[in-house]
Protein backbone atom coordinates (compact mmCIF):
# COMPACT_ATOMS: atom_id res chain seq x y z
CA UNK A 1 0.00 0.00 0.00
CA UNK A 2 1.33 3.07 -0.94
CA UNK A 3 2.66 6.08 1.62
CA UNK A 4 -0.48 8.65 2.19
CA UNK A 5 0.47 11.10 2.43
CA UNK A 6 3.85 10.53 0.14
CA UNK A 7 7.01 11.56 0.93
CA UNK A 8 6.90 14.53 -1.61
CA UNK A 9 3.64 15.68 0.19
CA UNK A 10 4.76 15.54 2.98
CA UNK A 11 8.16 17.50 2.47
CA UNK A 12 5.78 20.53 0.35
CA UNK A 13 3.80 20.26 4.09
CA UNK A 14 7.11 20.67 5.88
CA UNK A 15 8.43 23.78 4.06
CA UNK A 16 4.89 25.36 3.30
CA UNK A 17 4.33 25.37 7.14
CA UNK A 18 7.83 26.16 8.20
CA UNK A 19 8.71 28.68 5.41
CA UNK A 20 5.95 30.26 3.78
CA UNK A 21 3.71 30.80 6.34
CA UNK A 22 6.31 30.44 9.48
CA UNK A 23 3.81 28.80 12.02
CA UNK A 24 4.61 29.67 15.64
CA UNK A 25 4.25 27.09 18.19
CA UNK A 26 0.84 27.75 19.67
CA UNK A 27 -0.68 29.52 16.94
CA UNK A 28 -4.38 28.52 15.55
CA UNK A 29 -4.62 26.74 12.41
CA UNK A 30 -7.59 25.87 10.05
CA UNK A 31 -7.00 23.29 7.13
CA UNK A 32 -9.94 23.31 4.82
CA UNK A 33 -10.32 20.55 2.20
CA UNK A 34 -12.17 18.66 0.20
CA UNK A 35 -11.78 14.44 -0.79
CA UNK A 36 -9.77 14.73 -3.51
CA UNK A 37 -6.79 16.42 -0.83
CA UNK A 38 -7.13 14.92 1.85
CA UNK A 39 -3.89 13.12 1.95
CA UNK A 40 -2.12 16.81 1.03
CA UNK A 41 -4.32 17.99 3.99
CA UNK A 42 -3.25 15.34 6.08
CA UNK A 43 0.27 16.48 5.94
CA UNK A 44 -0.18 20.04 6.59
CA UNK A 45 -1.94 18.74 9.96
CA UNK A 46 1.48 16.91 10.93
CA UNK A 47 3.79 19.55 10.11
CA UNK A 48 1.39 22.02 11.40
CA UNK A 49 1.64 19.51 15.03
CA UNK A 50 5.22 19.60 14.30
CA UNK A 51 5.65 22.80 14.44
CA UNK A 52 3.89 23.17 17.62
CA UNK A 53 0.69 24.79 16.09
CA UNK A 54 -3.01 24.02 17.11
CA UNK A 55 -4.46 22.49 13.89
CA UNK A 56 -8.35 22.12 13.18
CA UNK A 57 -9.25 20.08 9.80
CA UNK A 58 -12.39 21.35 7.84
CA UNK A 59 -13.38 18.66 5.27
CA UNK A 60 -16.40 19.05 2.79
CA UNK A 61 -17.33 16.17 1.41
CA UNK A 62 -17.74 16.24 -2.56
CA UNK A 63 -20.96 13.95 -2.88
CA UNK A 64 -22.96 16.07 0.05
CA UNK A 65 -22.37 19.31 -1.62
CA UNK A 66 -23.27 18.77 -5.13
CA UNK A 67 -26.40 16.38 -3.60
CA UNK A 68 -26.84 20.23 -1.67
CA UNK A 69 -26.31 21.76 -5.51
CA UNK A 70 -29.16 19.59 -7.09
CA UNK A 71 -31.49 20.38 -4.67
CA UNK A 72 -31.07 24.10 -5.16
CA UNK A 73 -29.26 24.58 -2.22
CA UNK A 74 -26.54 27.24 -3.26
CA UNK A 75 -28.12 29.81 -1.05
CA UNK A 76 -27.61 27.65 2.35
CA UNK A 77 -24.07 26.91 1.11
CA UNK A 78 -23.37 30.16 0.81
CA UNK A 79 -24.43 30.52 4.34
CA UNK A 80 -21.17 29.52 6.47
CA UNK A 81 -22.10 28.12 9.93
CA UNK A 82 -21.76 29.99 13.27
CA UNK A 83 -19.17 27.83 14.70
CA UNK A 84 -16.88 28.39 11.12
CA UNK A 85 -17.16 31.96 12.01
CA UNK A 86 -16.48 31.32 15.25
CA UNK A 87 -12.77 29.49 14.30
CA UNK A 88 -11.87 31.77 11.38
CA UNK A 89 -11.99 34.56 14.21
CA UNK A 90 -9.88 32.56 16.63
CA UNK A 91 -7.44 31.45 14.03
CA UNK A 92 -3.85 32.46 13.04
CA UNK A 93 -3.11 30.59 10.00
CA UNK A 94 -5.85 29.26 7.08
CA UNK A 95 -5.07 26.40 4.48
CA UNK A 96 -7.31 26.45 1.67
CA UNK A 97 -7.16 23.80 -0.62
CA UNK A 98 -9.55 24.42 -4.01
CA UNK A 99 -12.56 22.84 -4.42
CA UNK A 100 -15.01 21.16 -5.69
CA UNK A 101 -12.94 18.28 -6.89
CA UNK A 102 -15.61 17.05 -9.96
CA UNK A 103 -14.44 19.74 -12.72
CA UNK A 104 -16.20 17.72 -15.28
CA UNK A 105 -19.43 18.82 -13.78
CA UNK A 106 -18.17 22.42 -13.31
CA UNK A 107 -17.07 22.99 -16.71
CA UNK A 108 -20.57 21.57 -17.62
CA UNK A 109 -22.69 23.69 -15.67
CA UNK A 110 -20.68 26.65 -17.07
CA UNK A 111 -21.03 25.77 -20.48
CA UNK A 112 -24.64 25.48 -19.93
CA UNK A 113 -25.38 28.85 -18.68
CA UNK A 114 -26.71 27.32 -15.09
CA UNK A 115 -23.83 29.21 -13.02
CA UNK A 116 -26.80 30.75 -10.44
CA UNK A 117 -27.01 28.07 -8.04
CA UNK A 118 -22.71 27.68 -8.14
CA UNK A 119 -22.45 31.52 -7.52
CA UNK A 120 -25.05 31.16 -4.64
CA UNK A 121 -22.82 28.47 -3.17
CA UNK A 122 -19.73 30.83 -2.82
CA UNK A 123 -21.31 33.55 -1.49
CA UNK A 124 -19.69 33.26 1.54
CA UNK A 125 -16.62 34.23 0.00
CA UNK A 126 -16.80 38.29 0.09
CA UNK A 127 -17.59 38.07 3.69
CA UNK A 128 -14.96 35.60 4.54
CA UNK A 129 -12.12 37.93 3.61
CA UNK A 130 -13.66 40.82 5.42
CA UNK A 131 -13.16 38.90 8.41
CA UNK A 132 -9.75 37.93 7.58
CA UNK A 133 -8.74 41.15 6.72
CA UNK A 134 -10.20 42.58 10.43
CA UNK A 135 -8.58 39.52 11.99
CA UNK A 136 -5.13 39.81 10.36
CA UNK A 137 -5.27 36.21 9.63
CA UNK A 138 -2.64 34.83 7.05
CA UNK A 139 -2.34 31.83 5.13
CA UNK A 140 -2.27 29.81 1.66
CA UNK A 141 -4.39 29.04 -1.51
CA UNK A 142 -3.08 25.64 -2.65
CA UNK A 143 -2.95 25.18 -6.17
CA UNK A 144 -2.60 21.27 -5.50
CA UNK A 145 -6.20 21.27 -5.33
CA UNK A 146 -7.30 22.17 -9.14
CA UNK A 147 -5.21 18.99 -10.04
CA UNK A 148 -8.34 16.80 -10.89
CA UNK A 149 -8.85 13.93 -13.15
CA UNK A 150 -11.44 15.51 -15.26
CA UNK A 151 -8.61 18.50 -15.71
CA UNK A 152 -5.90 15.92 -16.90
CA UNK A 153 -8.38 14.80 -19.15
CA UNK A 154 -8.97 17.91 -20.66
CA UNK A 155 -5.79 19.26 -20.91
CA UNK A 156 -4.18 15.87 -21.92
CA UNK A 157 -1.25 15.54 -19.25
CA UNK A 158 -0.68 12.95 -16.78
CA UNK A 159 -2.36 13.36 -13.39
CA UNK A 160 0.04 11.85 -11.24
CA UNK A 161 2.96 14.10 -12.76
CA UNK A 162 1.05 16.67 -12.95
CA UNK A 163 0.77 16.65 -9.27
CA UNK A 164 3.94 16.07 -8.26
CA UNK A 165 5.49 18.63 -10.78
CA UNK A 166 2.85 21.46 -8.94
CA UNK A 167 4.26 19.85 -5.28
CA UNK A 168 7.88 20.28 -6.49
CA UNK A 169 6.98 23.68 -7.30
CA UNK A 170 6.57 24.19 -3.63
CA UNK A 171 9.88 23.05 -2.51
CA UNK A 172 11.54 26.52 -3.88
CA UNK A 173 12.88 28.48 -0.94
CA UNK A 174 10.87 31.85 -0.85
CA UNK A 175 14.23 33.45 0.39
CA UNK A 176 15.61 33.01 -2.95
CA UNK A 177 12.62 33.73 -5.04
CA UNK A 178 12.23 37.16 -3.19
CA UNK A 179 16.18 37.50 -4.07
CA UNK A 180 15.74 37.75 -7.45
CA UNK A 181 12.13 39.46 -7.14
CA UNK A 182 13.66 42.50 -5.88
CA UNK A 183 15.99 42.73 -8.82
CA UNK A 184 13.17 42.91 -10.82
CA UNK A 185 10.84 44.95 -9.06
CA UNK A 186 13.74 47.58 -8.77
CA UNK A 187 13.99 47.93 -12.56
CA UNK A 188 10.44 48.08 -13.05
CA UNK A 189 10.45 50.63 -10.90
CA UNK A 190 12.79 52.61 -12.80
CA UNK A 191 11.41 52.12 -16.01
CA UNK A 192 8.80 53.37 -18.06
CA UNK A 193 8.22 51.14 -21.19
CA UNK A 194 8.35 47.18 -21.70
CA UNK A 195 8.84 45.18 -24.85
CA UNK A 196 8.07 41.74 -24.93
CA UNK A 197 9.70 39.51 -28.34
CA UNK A 198 9.80 35.97 -29.40
CA UNK A 199 10.79 34.21 -32.34
CA UNK A 200 7.45 32.88 -32.53
CA UNK A 201 6.27 35.95 -33.86
CA UNK A 202 5.56 38.18 -30.19
CA UNK A 203 6.98 41.66 -30.57
CA UNK A 204 5.01 43.80 -27.97
CA UNK A 205 5.24 47.34 -26.52
CA UNK A 206 3.98 48.35 -23.30
CA UNK A 207 4.04 51.58 -21.15
CA UNK A 208 4.80 51.15 -17.24
CA UNK A 209 1.43 53.28 -15.12
CA UNK A 210 4.11 53.98 -12.70
CA UNK A 211 2.62 51.94 -9.94
CA UNK A 212 5.21 49.95 -7.68
CA UNK A 213 5.63 46.26 -8.41
CA UNK A 214 4.14 43.58 -6.07
CA UNK A 215 6.47 40.68 -5.27
CA UNK A 216 4.49 37.30 -4.61
CA UNK A 217 6.83 34.86 -3.29
CA UNK A 218 4.63 32.66 -1.99
CA UNK A 219 4.38 34.66 2.04
CA UNK A 220 1.01 36.26 3.16
CA UNK A 221 0.72 39.73 3.46
CA UNK A 222 -1.79 39.99 6.31
CA UNK A 223 -2.63 43.70 6.87
CA UNK A 224 0.02 45.30 4.06
CA UNK A 225 -1.04 47.92 2.43
CA UNK A 226 1.18 47.35 -0.05
CA UNK A 227 -0.61 44.44 -1.50
CA UNK A 228 -4.46 44.09 -2.22
CA UNK A 229 -7.29 43.12 0.01
CA UNK A 230 -7.01 39.43 -0.45
CA UNK A 231 -3.05 38.92 0.31
CA UNK A 232 -3.55 37.64 3.54
CA UNK A 233 -3.42 34.31 1.31
CA UNK A 234 -0.85 33.89 -0.80
CA UNK A 235 -1.34 31.46 -3.84
CA UNK A 236 1.05 28.69 -3.31
CA UNK A 237 3.00 27.17 -5.22
CA UNK A 238 3.98 31.03 -5.72
CA UNK A 239 7.12 32.91 -7.63
CA UNK A 240 6.17 36.09 -9.37
CA UNK A 241 6.24 40.04 -10.06
CA UNK A 242 2.97 41.69 -11.06
CA UNK A 243 3.39 45.82 -12.28
CA UNK A 244 0.31 47.82 -13.65
CA UNK A 245 0.70 49.30 -16.82
CA UNK A 246 -0.39 52.16 -18.53
CA UNK A 247 -4.14 50.94 -19.81
CA UNK A 248 -3.85 53.57 -22.75
CA UNK A 249 -0.32 52.12 -24.66
CA UNK A 250 -0.12 49.15 -26.49
CA UNK A 251 1.09 48.40 -30.17
CA UNK A 252 2.25 44.97 -31.23
CA UNK A 253 1.50 41.02 -30.80
CA UNK A 254 1.63 38.59 -28.28
CA UNK A 255 1.26 35.29 -28.75
CA UNK A 256 1.13 32.56 -26.09
CA UNK A 257 3.21 29.70 -25.75
CA UNK A 258 0.96 28.73 -22.51
CA UNK A 259 -1.94 27.50 -21.50
CA UNK A 260 -4.38 29.88 -19.69
CA UNK A 261 -6.87 28.25 -17.03
CA UNK A 262 -9.56 30.08 -15.13
CA UNK A 263 -11.55 28.13 -12.73
CA UNK A 264 -14.15 26.77 -15.25
CA UNK A 265 -12.65 27.64 -18.51
CA UNK A 266 -9.01 27.81 -20.07
CA UNK A 267 -7.68 28.65 -23.40
CA UNK A 268 -4.64 27.93 -25.13
CA UNK A 269 -2.50 28.94 -27.99
CA UNK A 270 -3.67 32.32 -27.85
CA UNK A 271 -2.62 35.62 -30.01
CA UNK A 272 -3.59 38.88 -29.10
CA UNK A 273 -3.26 42.09 -31.70
CA UNK A 274 -2.85 45.58 -30.15
CA UNK A 275 -2.89 49.24 -32.24
CA UNK A 276 -3.58 52.69 -30.34
CA UNK A 277 -3.79 50.90 -27.03
CA UNK A 278 -6.82 48.89 -27.98
CA UNK A 279 -6.93 45.07 -28.71
CA UNK A 280 -7.58 44.87 -32.33
CA UNK A 281 -8.04 40.91 -32.91
CA UNK A 282 -7.55 37.41 -31.14
CA UNK A 283 -7.57 34.44 -31.36
CA UNK A 284 -7.12 30.61 -29.59
CA UNK A 285 -6.55 27.11 -30.94
CA UNK A 286 -8.41 26.32 -27.90
CA UNK A 287 -11.29 27.54 -26.06
CA UNK A 288 -12.09 30.44 -28.59
CA UNK A 289 -15.76 29.89 -28.20
CA UNK A 290 -15.93 30.79 -24.54
CA UNK A 291 -13.28 33.27 -24.52
CA UNK A 292 -15.61 35.06 -27.15
CA UNK A 293 -18.42 34.92 -24.94
CA UNK A 294 -17.11 36.21 -22.07
CA UNK A 295 -15.25 39.19 -24.21
CA UNK A 296 -18.47 39.65 -25.97
CA UNK A 297 -20.48 40.46 -22.47
CA UNK A 298 -17.82 42.44 -21.21
CA UNK A 299 -17.75 46.06 -20.04
CA UNK A 300 -15.78 48.79 -21.73
CA UNK A 301 -12.23 48.61 -20.58
CA UNK A 302 -12.20 44.83 -21.80
CA UNK A 303 -9.85 45.53 -24.79
CA UNK A 304 -7.49 47.30 -22.66
CA UNK A 305 -3.96 46.04 -21.26
CA UNK A 306 -3.56 46.41 -17.65
CA UNK A 307 -0.83 44.64 -16.17
CA UNK A 308 1.76 42.28 -16.62
CA UNK A 309 3.28 39.14 -14.46
CA UNK A 310 6.41 37.86 -14.61
CA UNK A 311 7.66 34.47 -13.46
CA UNK A 312 10.05 33.81 -10.72
CA UNK A 313 9.59 29.85 -9.92
CA UNK A 314 12.52 27.91 -10.99
CA UNK A 315 10.80 24.46 -10.57
CA UNK A 316 7.29 25.21 -12.55
CA UNK A 317 7.97 24.41 -16.16
CA UNK A 318 5.26 24.02 -18.39
CA UNK A 319 2.96 23.05 -15.67
CA UNK A 320 -0.79 23.93 -15.99
CA UNK A 321 -1.92 25.89 -13.81
CA UNK A 322 1.62 27.37 -12.56
CA UNK A 323 2.17 29.16 -16.14
CA UNK A 324 2.60 32.60 -14.76
CA UNK A 325 5.02 31.40 -12.48
CA UNK A 326 6.86 29.36 -14.41
CA UNK A 327 10.85 31.29 -14.11
CA UNK A 328 11.36 33.71 -17.51
CA UNK A 329 7.51 33.54 -17.97
CA UNK A 330 5.48 37.03 -19.25
CA UNK A 331 1.80 36.85 -18.55
CA UNK A 332 -0.36 39.93 -20.16
CA UNK A 333 -3.85 40.73 -18.63
CA UNK A 334 -6.08 42.37 -20.31
CA UNK A 335 -9.53 43.95 -18.44
CA UNK A 336 -10.14 43.98 -14.86
CA UNK A 337 -7.49 45.90 -12.92
CA UNK A 338 -7.53 49.52 -13.12
CA UNK A 339 -9.80 49.27 -16.86
CA UNK A 340 -12.89 48.87 -14.38
CA UNK A 341 -14.12 46.51 -17.06
CA UNK A 342 -15.93 43.29 -15.44
CA UNK A 343 -13.61 40.99 -18.57
CA UNK A 344 -10.17 40.25 -17.60
CA UNK A 345 -8.20 37.25 -18.73
CA UNK A 346 -4.64 36.63 -19.49
CA UNK A 347 -1.89 34.88 -21.80
CA UNK A 348 1.20 33.55 -21.11
CA UNK A 349 4.60 33.25 -22.68
CA UNK A 350 7.89 31.90 -21.63
CA UNK A 351 10.93 32.08 -23.52
CA UNK A 352 10.75 35.49 -24.36
CA UNK A 353 13.18 38.59 -24.67
CA UNK A 354 12.00 41.21 -22.47
CA UNK A 355 13.65 44.51 -22.50
CA UNK A 356 12.67 47.74 -19.66
CA UNK A 357 13.42 50.93 -21.53
CA UNK A 358 15.31 49.47 -24.38
CA UNK A 359 17.69 47.03 -21.52
CA UNK A 360 16.78 43.60 -22.09
CA UNK A 361 16.13 41.86 -18.39
CA UNK A 362 15.05 38.81 -19.57
CA UNK A 363 16.30 36.69 -22.42
CA UNK A 364 15.45 33.09 -23.01
CA UNK A 365 13.79 33.19 -19.84
CA UNK A 366 16.48 33.92 -18.10
CA UNK A 367 17.12 36.98 -15.66
CA UNK A 368 19.80 38.98 -16.72
Known amino acids: MPDTPSKLQRAAARNIVTKYLKVRRGEYAIIESWDHTMPMASAMVDELRRAGGNALLIHEDEDAWWRAIDRKQGKLLGKSSAPEWAAMKAADVYVMFWGPGDTDRIVKDHLSGDEKTFDEALAWNWPWYEVARKTGLRGGRMSAGFVTEGRARQWRVDRAQWEENVLRACLVDPEETA?????????????????????????????????????????????????????????????????????????????????????WSSHAGGALEFADGRLTSYSFEEGAEDFARQYQNGTPGKDRASGVTFGLNP??????????VERGSVSLVIGGGTTGSNFMSWISLAGSEISIDGTPIIRAGKLL
Not at 196 to 219: C, F, K, Q, Y
Not at 230 to 253: F, N, W
Not at 316 to 324: H, Q, T
Open 315 to 324: AAKDVPILES
Open 179 to 263: KNGARLCKALSRGRSVRITHPNGTDLELALSGVPPRLHDGRPHPRDKRYGPYDMLAQIPAGRVDVALDSKTAEGCIRANRRTNIW
